[in-house]
């Protein structure tokens, strides 16, 4: 059977992306425009059977995609958004799209929808080398918290699409944000989540014998090598390898990673024979990898090899909706460890938390918790006098947002200024670093509402 052809339309570049690879792999031809203008050179070019579009693009009105598709072409229609406004979506089925999909969209609804509009069954391709009888489910994990803000909802959108492929994944974020729990829950998500997932933290290998833990060696091929001893890369043979801040590695050791990632091989130390290994690369840095690679102290070939598809993984400022949630888990976990039962935490508490900026995100929340209800009466909720000092004297943030780059960060940095400067529109594009006239068109874009 002919393959079907399918336009995505979606101006956020990495997800676009995530959709064609993984459409690809279900038999798709699929075609990518990041602009209306970009859809409409795509209609004409190619014989699209359907349209999955984003309902808000950078040049045009809302829903305009749709007459224009239904006028165009025979393909049909189907509406992605972020916002999950009833009206906007009951407006665009009006308009003649058949479907409309909530991001952040799970991978077998996607699939659905796209049987039901073609009228096909989608088989999935078998891989090169099934490594379990059976792939995991695609849905977080029960020990994964799951946020829902915006920036929550992004992330968790990301770790679902990317989980079955095989691509690698560089995971960027500060530190304490929970990369090697999203790194965990990838490869638990993945066809690979039966076989090992091993963890390294590359700034804790002392550079002497970095090739040897990863590659492992024979004995006696150097002093104190009395027995044979199998590397990273052998132990997670079929599974998982998992690079913790990965910008600390030696540039001579980043040689080496790049040609055993490259070929699939590895030679142990002192050994004649090469070892065929079969890994996923999940890799993790809190550093600006690109900058250090222009700087020439990270391998632009390697950076390009680990970065099939990157996370950027928001800081703990960046979730204050989701504090409560996360906190509450904290409790829990807490409780259980200390032998306490804690219940949640008193609203002082909660705006406390809300004004302090965490530096150290996740991490030091976890550990301001753990402190908390060690300090606190059972039955009751955490009482502000056992906070540490400079979180009851926090005051809200007067920060610098980082400028806005792309569609992933821009609703909450948008947010956030507003929230930083009381609703003042001029004061808020001077924080985000653009003029007034660019943040009015984003607010109306992303209908953001300022009452």
């Known amino acids: 059977m002919e393959s079907k052809h399918i336009l995505i339309i979606e101006d956020d570049v990495s997800f676009s992306n995530l959709l064609e690879t993984f459409l690809t792999k279900k038999g798709f031809q699929v075609h990518i425009a990041g602009s209306f203008e970009q859809a409409k050179k795509e209609l004409l070019q190619h014989k699209v059977d359907l349209v999955i579009s984003d309902m808000r693009l950078p040049d045009s009105e809302d829903l305009e995609i749709i007459p224009f598709v239904k006028n165009e072409s025979k393909a049909k229609i189907v509406m992605m958004t972020s916002y999950a406004e009833i009206n ?29 509009a073609l009228n096909t069954k989608i088989t999935a391709a078998a891989p090169k080398k099934e490594t379990n ?38 995971i960027i974020g500060e530190s304490g944000t929970g990369k090697e729990n999203i790194a965990k829950t990838i490869h638990d998500l993945s066809i690979r989540a039966n076989e090992a997932f091993v963890p390294v933290d590359c700034g804790a290998i002392p ?41 600390n590695l030696s540039y001579e050791l980043q040689v080496q990673l790049l040609r055993a990632i490259q070929e699939r091989k590895i030679r142990p130390i002192g050994s004649q024979t090469e070892l065929n290994v079969d890994i996923r690369i999940i890799a993790a840095t809190n550093s600006n990898l690109s900058k250090e690679a222009e700087n020439g102290n990270f391998r632009e070939d390697l950076l390009h090899r680990l970065n099939e598809f990157s996370i950027q993984v928001p800081s703990l400022r960046d979730r204050h909706e989701d504090l409560s949630l996360f906190a509450n888990s904290f409790i829990e976990k807490s409780n259980t460890e200390l032998g306490k039962s804690c219940i949640g935490l008193d609203d002082k508490v909660l705006q406390a938390f809300k004004k302090y900026n965490w530096p150290g995100n996740l991490r030091e929340l976890q550990n301001v918790i753990k402190r908390s209800v060690l300090l ?36 909450v940095l948008i947010e956030r200024a507003l929230k930083l400067t009381n609703g003042n529109k001029a004061k808020a594009a001077k924080l985000l670093q653009i003029d007034r006239k660019t943040l009015y068109n984003k607010l109306k874009r992303y209908n953001i509402n300022l009452n």
Request: glycine share 6%; net charge negative.
């Open 376 to 411: 606190s009466t059972n039955n009751q909720p955490i009482q502000i006098d056992t906070l540490p000092e400079h979180i009851k004297t926090a005051n809200s943030p007067t920060e610098s947002l980082p400028p806005l780059q792309n569609s992933e960060n821009e609703t």
């Open 207 to 247: 550079k002497e014998i970095a090739s040897s833990e990863f590659f492992g060696h024979v004995k006696g091929s150097f002093t104190g090598a009395l027995s044979d001893k199998k590397g990273h890369f052998s132990t997670a043979n079929g599974g998982t390898l998992f690079l913790d801040e990965i910008g």
């Open 133 to 170: 009888t059976k792939a995991a489910e695609t849905s977080l994990p029960s020990k994964f918290i799951k946020g829902t803000s915006p920036a929550s909802k992004k992330l968790h959108e990301y770790i679902e699409l990317v989980a079955p492929t095989p691509m690698s994944v560089l």
């Open 88 to 116: 906007l979506a009951v407006n665009a089925i009006k308009l003649g799209a058949i479907d409309y999909l909530e991001k952040p969209i799970q991978p077998t609804v996607l699939l659905s929808v796209i049987e039901k």
